[in-house]
């Protein structure tokens, strides 16, 4: 009997270190949650998936049929033009009409959304056997600045960013690098010639690069006009990320963030210094402006990318990281020619993410849960950026191979995106865009005011005020927190 | 010399008009690395940009739900718009003023009107439906429709009819045997223009539908996203689009030739 | 109740008059679907707009009273003045280009020639393009480096031009692209209208000895004004909501805006309906007035057809 015993507990002792150890196993794979850790979802009702259009997020659509093929779920996907992205989901959100189950969220409306978007937290609680915890262990491998951004004021995460778009500095290494050019610079501005760390120095290399038909670079003769700076003036929004990097740069705000003693966000004020960086970045963007080619003025990134690419401009010197493929064609494009990324002048540009966010009116918030949760794994995204994908996990982009500039024809240049999240996640928490329930709002007057800054229609001093008026105006009336 | 002119200025003209749509077609034969480059007009036809189109995000549905939305709601307006606009011509139904309370439906700014009929479209559970759209699309195009034909059938003298009823003729023969044949050209016409209105629609197309009743329009626009705009698959399907519209156009010419007999019988 | 008055009419063989009496019923019977449509259409957005121009709702909270505020800060706006002005340009002078051209052209087509009904075609198809996709296809085409427009400038040695990115150009560009896309719909009205008119009387004004310009002036101008009327009438009424040639080049940007663009900025992209209806009610006020003059003339023009 004694002995059986014995037998028996020694059994149940190989038996529990076996089930510790498996488990242990899957613990330490669940760091790496993969689609085969998506259990079993009960609720099989299709989900309706809203992408914005383009190449790049059509990628995604394969992902979505193998989670289906996967879990059961049918996963059908709705492609929309960018520019009317915005109006038609929140149109269909504030409708709760329940057509789209998983949204595409741009990081700066997730305050604005935020009344029509199920927080992932809740849904962790609801849906995921591993609860809140699971999420955040699942989450470590996102950067944190990105998540603060897809996240509301109170630290309501509302969804799962699957794609970024950083603005980086990227520029022609072979011009830089030239001895004629480099020697030539350092006599004419007195000092070295190197990716611009400040916005003067960017001028004074948009000045020095902008060379007529019949001048020489890199001591040939030039058969067409070159530029030194590639922009995007037009009324897109990107030419207010250009502006809104020059103005967080010097530790300015488009509005600055009012806190009570407990650091508790209460309200937004344009203080005076806001006031004199806004004008000085408006100025500043227009001086530049005399270095960009021509059709600079409704240009964004399509054409900036494309005078680049052609080898018109010497320097794109805030564009967003995912067009790293088409910039870096520019080595077919020209012979000799070799691109290369930095950090923007003064390290605070726009860093954005789209992320995948479940409407609150979903007929099925469990399997939107785990796509998005697919969708953000770090097998997911490896998989994808293998194909073309600019990820958005830091875990997958640490990899050597994407940070190792000799990679960059393949994999982009994400060393620069790295740094650019590291540089700015302390005042992540501080930008109006991811604080503003009206950020959609705002986003399109900044979009016009900067807009027509670079047209001149404006002086610098009457941008400032404009923004100071519809500013409080579209605050009020859309946002959540007084303008103090 | 008269001739000479004659054809140099019909030349240029088509070169104008066409010149445009047939750069849709150089460019939708082009290769990604082409797009930017205008000046190379020796390059390698490729056929990625339709190959893209048939398999990455068919647009098979678009063009069958565009057909379907806009062939209904055409003959749906041309039903109520012809018997309108004959009455509006002959009787001066509503002394002027229906008229032109019909054509002032268009002068609501369609802009701001979407967000009331969203809203209605919801809870009577049209949207993204074909009967959503083709209800919009009768409203739309019918006070346009109604107008056009108002114009044509003013043109048709009254004495013809008058001095058929003297000849003994009911209304509806008169209708038949002189007003129709007399009334097609324009009838053609108002056919064509309605059928193109609303396969062309986009505004009321993209926020009243989404995946089952998006129509090609829409679809058209799908190409231009957040980092990218995809110019060469764009334009692939541009060239497609096109298509059924010039098949109608082609179509109603025939009828718009006939108008030839108009002169004849006028006289 | 059709079938009974045609049928009365057709069996009792009435007099003129006495059928021109039945017309009472007849051309209400007629116009009984418009109507209904119209009815079922018309008033709820004229209605719903009318309410809420008096509120101030943005989708989010209920809509809140405040009176007439909406419609004053409609009125104070210099962007809203600025792009009803921009607006009228841009109509005016698309009218003027599109009825002179689609008059030379109809003329020119209404000829006899050899392939007359292929050629007749092919000018009909910037029409039946999307107006939308085509926006950003002259995007394209008309960028100032990777445009074929230029390109060709460039060919021939006469420059670039700065054609969708110029403030000062920016406006004719899309005013170009209106022009170019309707041209044709001008070209067709006339058309038909000119293949229209009796022959006969031309011919007779031809052997008078009337001059060419003459005839045309006389008779055939006079004979197509009602259609130049609608034309301009429903032109009007669509260059005031001009919007597509935006969407894809300029985005109202580059001095650009138009009323259109204006409105659909304050309803989708702010939601600001309370604003957005006092907008609309007031654009549909001018575009009625406008409309009004036009369709008095029409109708006066029709007058002096007869």
């Known amino acids: 009997m004694g002995k059986r015993s014995i037998k028996r507990l020694e059994w149940a002792l190989v038996v529990i270190a076996l089930v510790v150890l498996v488990g242990g196993q ?16 009960k609720n099989k009702r299709p989900i309706h998936v809203t992408l914005e259009a383009g190449g790049s997020a059509d990628l995604i659509i394969p992902y979505l049929q193998k989670f289906a093929e996967h879990t059961g779920v049918k996963v059908t996907s709705e492609s929309m033009v960018f520019a009317s992205l915005y109006s038609k989901v929140i149109v269909e959100l504030i409708a709760k009409t329940g057509a789209y189950d998983i949204v595409v969220t741009e990081t700066s409306w997730s305050n604005e959304w935020e009344d029509y978007l199920y927080p992932m937290q809740d849904l962790a609680k609801e849906y995921d056997p591993e609860g809140v915890e699971g999420l955040e262990r699942y989450l470590a491998g996102h950067d944190p600045g990105l998540l603060r951004m897809c996240s509301t004021v109170d630290g309501k995460l509302m969804g799962i960013p699957y794609y970024t778009y950083t603005l980086i500095y990227i520029y022609r290494e072979d011009v830089f690098n030239h001895p004629a050019e480099k020697a030539n610079f350092r006599k004419r501005y007195g000092y070295e010639l190197a990716p611009a760390q400040t916005w003067a120095q960017l001028r004074d290399q948009g000045e020095f690069f902008t060379r007529k038909k019949g001048e020489k670079l890199k001591g040939e003769v030039l058969e067409k006009d070159v530029y030194g700076l590639s922009m995007m003036a037009g009324r897109y929004p990107h030419v207010q990320d250009e502006v809104g990097a020059r103005v967080w740069s010097r530790g300015g705000h488009w509005a600055s963030p009012v806190r009570d003693e407990a650091g508790k966000l209460i309200g937004f004020k344009i203080t005076e210094k806001d006031k004199r960086i806004l004008q000085w970045a408006f100025e500043d963007y227009v001086r530049d402006l005399a270095f960009a080619p021509p059709g600079t003025l409704s240009g964004y990134w399509d054409f900036a990318t494309a005078q680049f690419a052609a080898g018109n401009a010497i320097i794109i010197p805030h564009i967003y990281d995912s067009l790293w493929n088409w910039a870096s064609s520019v080595e077919d494009e020209i012979p000799g020619a070799k691109a290369a990324a930095a950090l923007t002048p003064g390290n605070r540009p726009y860093t954005g993410a789209f992320h995948f966010s479940p409407s609150r009116d979903s007929q099925n918030p469990e399997a939107a849960y785990w796509l998005l949760k697919y969708i953000g794994s770090y097998q997911n995204q490896k998989e994808m950026a293998e194909g073309g994908w600019v990820s958005v996990r830091r875990d997958v982009l640490e990899d050597p191979q994407y940070t190792d500039p000799k990679w960059h024809r393949q994999f982009g240049w994400a060393r620069a995106s790295l740094d650019t999240w590291d540089e700015q996640f302390e005042d992540v928490e501080d930008y109006l865009h991811f604080n503003s329930a009206a950020f959609g709002k705002l986003y399109e007057m900044m979009t016009i005011i900067c807009h027509e800054n670079a047209i001149q229609q404006r002086t610098p001093a009457e941008g400032v005020q404009e923004w100071v008026k519809v500013f409080t105006d579209l605050q009020t009336k859309h946002g959540k927190l007084p303008v103090l | 010399m008269r001739r000479v002119m004659f054809w140099v200025a019909i030349v240029i003209i088509l070169l104008v008009f066409l010149l445009p749509i047939a750069w849709v077609y150089v460019t939708s034969l082009k290769s990604p690395a082409d797009i930017f480059r205008p000046e190379k007009l020796a390059f390698a036809p490729t056929f990625y940009n339709y190959k893209y189109i048939a398999t990455v995000r068919p647009s098979l549905m678009e ?22 606009a004959y009455s509006f011509a002959r009787f001066n139904t509503g002394g002027g003023h229906l008229l032109f309370i019909t054509i002032s439906t268009r002068m609501f700014p369609p802009v701001v009107a979407a967000v009331p009929f969203f809203f209605l479209f919801r809870d009577l559970g049209l949207l993204d439906t074909h009967l959503g759209l083709i209800l919009l699309y009768l409203y739309f195009n019918m006070s346009f429709a109604t ?16 001095s058929a009823m003297v000849d003994g003729y009911g209304r509806l023969s008169i209708f038949r045997k002189i007003i129709f044949p007399l009334i097609k050209p324009g009838a053609a016409i108002t056919t064509v223009f309605c059928l193109i209105f609303a396969w062309n629609e986009f505004f009321f197309a993209f926020l009243f539908t989404r995946r089952l009743a998006r129509t090609v329009a829409v679809g058209l626009a799908v190409f231009w996203g957040s980092i990218e705009i995809q110019w060469g698959p764009m334009a692939a399907l541009m060239a497609l689009a096109i298509l059924p519209t010039l098949a109608a156009a082609w179509f109603m010419q025939r009828f718009i030739i006939r108008g030839l007999t108009f002169g004849a019988v006028k006289g | 109740m059709r079938e009974a008055v045609l049928g009365e009419s057709l069996e009792t063989r009435r007099t003129f008059w006495q059928i021109l009496a039945a017309d009472r019923y007849i051309k209400w019977f007629l116009i009984l679907p418009l109507l209904v449509v119209l009815l079922c259409f018309m008033f709820y957005p004229l209605f719903y707009c009318l309410y809420m121009s008096f509120h101030e709702y943005v989708l989010r909270a209920p809509p809140l009273f405040i009176g007439a505020e909406n419609y004053r800060v409609v009125l104070h706006d210099m962007v809203f003045w600025q792009a009803i002005g921009r607006t009228f340009y841009v109509l005016v002078v698309c009218i003027a280009v599109e009825l002179s051209l689609g008059m030379g052209i109809a003329l020119l087509l209404n000829r006899e020639f050899k392939g007359q009904n292929t050629i007749r075609g092919l000018c009909l198809l910037p029409l039946l393009i999307s107006p939308l996709a085509m926006s950003l296809m002259w995007n394209y085409m008309l960028h100032v480096q990777f445009g074929i427009v230029n390109q060709v400038l460039v060919w021939l040695r006469l420059g670039a031009v700065e054609w969708i990115s110029n403030p000062k150009i920016a406006i004719y560009s899309i005013m170009f692209i209106s022009i170019w896309q309707w041209t044709p719909f001008s070209i067709f009205v006339l058309l038909a209208g000119l293949r229209g008119l009796p022959k006969d009387a031309l011919e007779a004004a031809r052997v008078d000895g009337a001059s060419r310009w003459f005839t045309f002036r006389r008779l055939t ?9 609608i034309i301009i009438l429903l032109r009007t009424m669509w260059l005031i909501r001009i919007f597509d040639p935006l969407y894809g080049t300029t985005r109202g940007g580059v001095g650009t805006e138009s009323l259109d663009w204006f409105m659909y900025r304050i309803s989708f992209v702010f939601f600001d309906v309370g604003k957005g209806s006092a907008l609309a009610l007031f654009s549909l006020y001018v575009t009625i ?8 003339q029409l109708i006066k023009a029709l007058g002096a057809a007869r």
């Open chain 2, 147 to 162: 107008f056009l034909l108002y114009g044509f059938f003013r043109e048709i003298p009254e004495e013809l009819e008058h």
């Open chain 1, 26 to 41: 899957a613990l330490g794979a669940e760091k790496k949650f993969s689609l085969a850790d998506v259990p079993e979802i």
């Open chain 3, 221 to 229: 101008l006079r004979m197509l004004t009602p259609l130049i009327i």
């Open chain 2, 63 to 84: 063009f069958r739900n565009a057909l379907i939305v806009s062939v209904v709601s055409t003959a749906l307006v041309m039903a109520v718009s012809l018997p309108a």
């Open chain 3, 289 to 296: 007035v406008l409309c009004a003059i036009l369709y008095r």
